[in-house]
């Protein structure tokens, strides 16, 4: 009786140890210090052919990103309502992450006129409050028809802080 107890407790022992290496491991893989973070908001500069502006993206905990460079009606844009840009991001190598998301673009009726999804490739700097790279665009109609793409556009930010 007595072995037969001790075996079941070395079992369930055994057991334990397994489930939390194994929940160990998938935290160390999961929570990969990528050096500096991206994570905030940041104040970026866009170059549209010499032309510059201005664009806000916030990269969250998670993966998600959302980005607000234009007022609800741009006329840069022929007048339609833009949507914020909403998307997703991740690391593509240490202080490297590549991004994408869409802004919807509707037109006076409230049809859904143009959507725009846009990639980019980013460096963090070694001060970590800077980073730059680059923007592709490409605009659709709403059947997924390409009408225009934009490559290659440099873009910079810098990071708000309270400080």
Same mark, same amino acid.
């Given at each position: 009786?007595?072995?037969?107890?001790?075996?079941?407790?070395?079992?369930?022992?055994?057991?334990?140890?397994?489930?939390?290496?194994?929940?160990?491991?998938?935290?160390?893989?999961?929570?990969?210090?990528?050096?500096?973070?991206?994570?905030?908001?940041?104040?970026?500069?866009?170059?549209?052919?010499?032309?510059? @502006?201005? !664009?806000?993206?916030?990269? %969250?905990?998670?993966? =998600?990103? #959302?980005? /607000?460079?234009?007022? &609800?009606?741009?006329?840069?844009?022929?007048?339609?309502?833009?949507?914020?840009?909403?998307?997703?991001?991740?690391?593509?190598?240490?202080?490297?992450?590549?991004?994408?998301?869409?802004?919807?673009? @509707?037109? !006076?009726?409230?049809?859904? %006129?143009?959507?725009? =999804?846009? #990639?980019? /490739?980013?460096?963090? &700097?070694?001060?970590?409050?800077?980073?730059?790279?680059?923007?592709?665009?490409?605009?659709?109609?709403?059947?997924?028809?390409?009408?225009?793409?934009?490559?290659?556009?440099?873009?910079?930010?810098?990071?708000?802080?309270?400080?």
């Amino acid at each position: 009786m007595k072995n037969r107890l001790l075996n079941k407790f070395s079992v369930l022992v055994a057991f334990m140890l397994v489930v939390l290496g194994t929940t160990a491991s998938a935290q160390s893989v999961g929570s990969v210090n990528h050096n500096r973070s991206f994570e905030g908001t940041w104040d970026s500069s866009i170059n549209f052919f010499g032309v510059f @502006y201005r !664009a806000l993206y916030s990269f %969250h905990q998670g993966g =998600t990103v #959302s980005e /607000s460079d234009n007022p &609800a009606v741009d006329p840069t844009f022929g007048g339609d309502a833009l949507s914020p840009g909403l998307g997703a991001w991740e690391y593509a190598a240490p202080n490297k992450i590549k991004v994408k998301y869409r802004k919807l673009a @509707y037109d !006076a009726t409230g049809a859904l %006129h143009l959507v725009y =999804t846009s #990639s980019m /490739s980013l460096v963090m &700097a070694t001060n970590s409050n800077t980073w730059s790279g680059t923007l592709n665009i490409v605009i659709t109609s709403p059947d997924g028809s390409v009408i225009n793409k934009l490559t290659d556009l440099p873009v910079q930010a810098f990071k708000l802080s309270v400080e």
